[in-house]
Structures are given as structure tokens and as C-alpha cells.
């Protein structure tokens, strides 16, 4: 194997070899490697075929440039593409074609990747434009200062996220390699999308996720060159997906639905669906067209839950974490350097304060990424021995979240939307990470870690005067129905199984009148235009 590799290297930096053994040996042998668009190849000609009338009708749209790194988001990227070239907008697929972002992959490989990825997508023409990214020959230059910032910003993310911890050590070897890898690529995408989006001026750039990776960097040089971006990741559900215009989708940032949506009142359906949601996750259910389990086992009730975990009648204050690495978490810092850090001086303040119970929820989403950083281990680092009166709750404890919001007098969240669902339950909750539901009037929003631990002595020296009233209560659970039920768009392909998703959603359907009563409103988004809602 380490002689296979060495060769490659070799042969990688040889002109035209990469090329040439493509041509005559691999072009038309099944793909071996990670980075396998094979499928994706086979079904593009029938797809284009499809869409072709379809832009031939269309009026012509937006100018739209699609980034798109990674295996799995280059298939569903070429699929969105034809869609939007099928509606009029001219497009071009600008990919990068990595399989791993945290290895270096030898020269070899990755230039028969590119290749691969050029035939793969041939078949787009001429609806679609393909470039890949390492065509481009960037100039040698000095981005901006503040590009240079984002790219340092943005490879601790990418660090983080792949380590699932926060700790990224530069004095250890591991960390720091991976660390530079990430500058690398970063910087090399950085100055391509620099020199290529000033050139070619799209009306709209499109990217997945915005916030980690090459698809943060895109992001920020588009923000950065003033040119309208817009950025989408999935929830749970199927045929749903997350749209954010000029911020990474990542930030959950709800300004524009607050303000559009949370004045007008909740009916008794909205209520009724909602609790529905809300009863489903307390019963370790799946809801609506998710296959996600939010608690692994249901509810057993407030005061059978009690009795397990030894409480008494002092009041009970639950800590609700998220999963280390997510990026849903990164760069959420407001007063601490890092989750770890809350979590850290949190349990040792509250380990000087036996005259309450602090309960905290290790959240059950660590069960799907063993290789993440345990909050429970975080609380075990600061408290080696713990005392009587602070209860930790693992990932895959017989504990319900639901039934420990219930017992709680106090919540205290980072980013995790458990946050708001105590809200929902009318409890003070101290909202500690940026969060999309925080400083929307039922949380308590501590700006320093002064503000914090006197925010707590507040709270716990008098209780009942902090429980939510009526007003507060009603207008978080107008937010929990925008947030959970308006905020996600219709949309026909998620990532994960997205070609099961394309056989109940194939590009006729969408392209429907059915199809586009549907799905038409987002397509707009995807492109920059206004956000409007149906009644």
C-alpha cells in the first residue's frame, strides 16, 4: 500500500499521466475510490432531456453561480442546477472535488477525480455551465485583510468540526496538521472565488451550508465583494429545507420571520400542532416525514423521573448541552470562549451551591457520534469528584429530556433548542450561546460572564418572580410554530437519501404544475428573491 502511494505521488507530479492513464485504463472501469459520481453520470442525460423543453420555455432569470465541494453535495448540486436552469436562470456549477476535507489526497487521485467529475457532468451542457475550482489559476496576491481573518476564522471551525472537540491544540502534531490543511485549502479557495467572482459578477451565488469548509470561504468572499448570497442545509424532515439571504443558514439567523410572522396570532390548530410536535418528541416518536428520534425512550413522567434521580424538594436548574463539533455550534460564542467553557465554570459555580439541584442533560445526539467529546466527560474535568447535588444525564441514560423540563424551575442553554421548549413550559431559561431564539423577549441574555453569574444569583434568590408570564409563555410558543413549521421550505431532495427522494420526486414531477405549486416559492428563494409566505 505505501508502495501504490509513493508512486502516485510521483506519477502525480509527472505532466499529463494523471490524464492519460484516465483515458486509457480508468474512464470506463467502476470507481473504486470515495469519490464516486458513477450514478449520478448514468442518470444525467435522461435528466437533461427532461428539463430541456422546460428552459426553452422559461423566461430568462438570474445569473447564478453554484458551489458545491464533496461527493454528495456535487449529485444533489446538479440536480438543483438543471431545476433552476429549467426555470430560466442561467447557471453555472462551479465544484470542487474532494471526497475527504481533512486529508491530503496525492496529486494523482485528485486529478483523475477532476476528471471524473468533468465527464460526470459533461451532460449538464448547455443548461449548465460545469468549472471545477481546481481548473482555476488564481494569481498570486494578498486577499484583504479581513478574508484573511475569515480564512484563520473558518480552519478552527473545520478543525473543530472534525475533531468534535473545541480544544484544537497547535502544539500537538495531529491538530496542528490538520489545522494547516485547512488554512491551505481555505486560502487556495479563498483567492479562486476572489478572482473568479470578480470577474464574472453573478447575480447570486448559491452555497451549501455557508458556514465550514470551502463553503464558508465562498461565502464570505461573495459577502465580502458584495454580492448576494444565499445559503441552505436540511432538518429532520423530508421534503423540507433551511434558506438564508447574505447569512450562513448555520446562524439560524429568524430577524426576517420574527418580524413577518411572530406578531400575527397562533389559532388553536397552530397550537394543537405544535404540542402535537411537542408530545411526539416527549414520547420517543418520529413525526410528520422524519425518521429522526429526538429521545430515545419516552416519557415516564415528572414525579416517577424525581424518584429516580434522588431529588428532593430543593429547586432543580438543568443545563441542557448540545453536541460538541456540530456546526450548529460553532462560532455561537457570546461571553465564553467555548461551550466547554460555560459547561466548565457553570458546574463549578453551581458545585458552591447546595441549596439547589443541577441536572445536566447530555444531549442524546452524542449516541450518533461516538467520536465527539462527551459533555459528561467536559463535567468530569471540572469536577473530579461530583457532588451529591449535581446529576449528569447521559446521551443513553433511560432519562427523557422532556419529563427533566417538566421537574426544572430554571433552564440554562447554550444553543440547543431545548432552550425554548422550557420557555414553551413558561421557565426562566439564561440563553448562553447565540441562538436564534435568544433576545426575543422570554429569555434572560447575559452578555459577560459578570452578567451571567449575577443573572444566576438573581434568578435563584427568587424564582417564581422569574417564571415567564402569560404574554411571554404565548409569544414563545408563537415563535416555537414559526421556528419549527414556517422557517423550514418546501423542497423536494434532501442530502441524506437523496436519490430515494428523487424517485417520489423526479425532475418532470417537479417541473409539474403540481411540482412547482409546491416547490416554486423556494426555487425563488434559492435565488435571492424576497421571502413571502402563503396563508
Request: one cysteine or more; charged letters at 25%.
Amino acid at each position: 500500500m505505501a508502495k501504490t502511494s509513493t508512486l502516485r505521488e510521483l506519477l502525480g507530479d509527472l505532466p499529463f499521466t494523471a490524464e492519460i492513464d484516465w483515458m486509457l485504463r480508468q474512464r470506463n472501469r467502476p470507481r473504486k475510490d470515495h469519490f464516486n459520481l458513477d450514478r449520478l453520470q448514468k442518470s444525467l442525460p435522461a435528466a437533461r432531456a427532461v428539463v430541456e423543453p422546460f428552459a426553452k420555455n422559461a423566461k430568462p432569470g438570474k445569473n447564478v453561480l453554484f458551489f458545491a465541494t464533496l461527493h454528495y453535495w456535487i449529485e444533489q448540486s446538479a440536480y438543483l442546477g438543471l431545476t433552476l436552469a429549467g426555470l430560466g436562470h442561467k447557471v453555472t456549477l462551479l465544484t470542487l472535488p474532494y471526497s475527504e476535507w481533512h486529508k491530503q489526497k496525492d496529486n494523482f487521485t485528485q486529478r483523475q477525480r477532476i476528471l471524473h467529475t468533468r465527464d460526470t457532468l459533461a451532460p449538464l451542457s448547455p443548461l449548465v455551465k460545469h468549472i471545477s475550482m481546481l481548473d482555476l489559476q488564481p494569481s498570486t496576491f494578498n486577499l484583504p485583510t479581513t478574508l484573511q481573518a475569515d480564512i484563520k476564522e473558518i480552519s478552527l471551525w473545520d478543525a473543530q468540526y472534525t475533531l468534535m472537540r473545541e480544544e484544537v491544540d497547535m502544539n500537538d502534531a495531529g491538530d496542528r496538521a490538520l489545522y494547516d490543511l485547512r488554512i491551505q485549502r481555505n486560502t487556495f479557495a479563498a483567492k479562486a472565488a476572489f478572482e473568479y467572482l470578480q470577474s464574472n459578477k453573478p447575480d447570486v451565488v448559491l452555497i451549501p451550508n455557508g458556514l465550514i469548509l470551502e463553503m464558508g470561504i465562498v461565502f464570505r468572499v461573495a459577502r465580502y465583494l458584495n454580492i448576494d448570497a444565499v445559503t441552505y442545509e436540511f432538518n429532520d424532515q423530508r421534503e423540507q429545507i433551511w434558506l438564508a439571504q447574505n447569512s450562513s443558514i448555520m446562524k439560524q439567523d429568524t430577524n426576517y420571520l420574527v418580524d413577518a410572522r411572530c406578531q400575527l396570532p397562533m389559532t388553536d390548530d397552530m397550537f394543537e400542532r405544535l404540542a402535537d410536535l411537542e408530545n411526539a418528541r416527549r414520547g420517543a416518536r418520529v413525526w410528520g416525514k422524519s425518521k429522526r428520534l429526538w429521545q430515545y425512550v419516552s416519557s415516564q413522567g415528572a414525579q416517577e423521573t424525581r424518584k429516580m434521580l434522588n431529588f428532593d424538594d430543593r429547586p432543580v436548574v438543568m443545563l441542557a448541552a448540545n453536541v460538541l463539533g456540530d456546526s450548529l455550534t460553532l462560532g455561537r460564542d457570546i461571553f465564553a470562549a467555548s461551550m466547554t467553557e460555560w459547561i466548565t465554570k457553570t458546574v463549578q459555580y453551581f458545585a458552591r451551591r447546595a441549596d439547589v439541584q443541577l441536572v445536566i442533560r447530555v444531549h442524546p445526539g452524542e449516541k450518533l457520534v461516538p467520536q465527539a467529546k462527551s459533555m459528561g466527560r467536559v463535567v468530569r474535568e471540572a469536577l473530579p469528584e461530583l457532588p451529591s447535588h449535581i446529576h449528569v444525564i447521559g446521551a443513553l441514560d433511560n432519562i427523557n429530556t422532556y419529563d427533566l423540563i417538566e421537574i426544572a424551575d430554571v433552564g440554562l442553554a447554550y444553543t440547543t433548542t431545548v432552550g425554548l421548549e422550557t420557555a414553551m413550559n413558561g421557565r426562566p431559561v439564561i440563553s448562553c450561546g447565540e441562538t436564534h431564539y435568544r433576545g426575543r423577549g422570554f429569555t434572560l441574555d447575559p452578555n459577560s460572564w459578570d452578567e451571567y453569574y449575577a443573572t444566576l444569583e438573581k434568578v435563584l434568590a427568587d424564582i417564581p418572580a422569574h417564571q415567564l408570564n402569560e404574554k411571554q409563555t404565548e409569544f414563545a410558543w408563537n415563535y416555537g410554530y414559526r421556528f419549527f413549521f414556517e422557517y423550514p421550505r418546501p423542497f423536494p431532495w434532501r442530502l441524506m437519501n437523496f436519490w430515494d427522494d428523487l424517485e417520489v420526486w423526479p425532475l418532470e414531477r417537479v417541473l409539474s404544475e403540481e411540482g412547482l405549486a409546491q416547490f416554486k416559492d423556494t426555487f425563488g428563494f434559492l435565488v435571492g428573491e424576497p421571502f413571502t409566505w402563503k396563508n
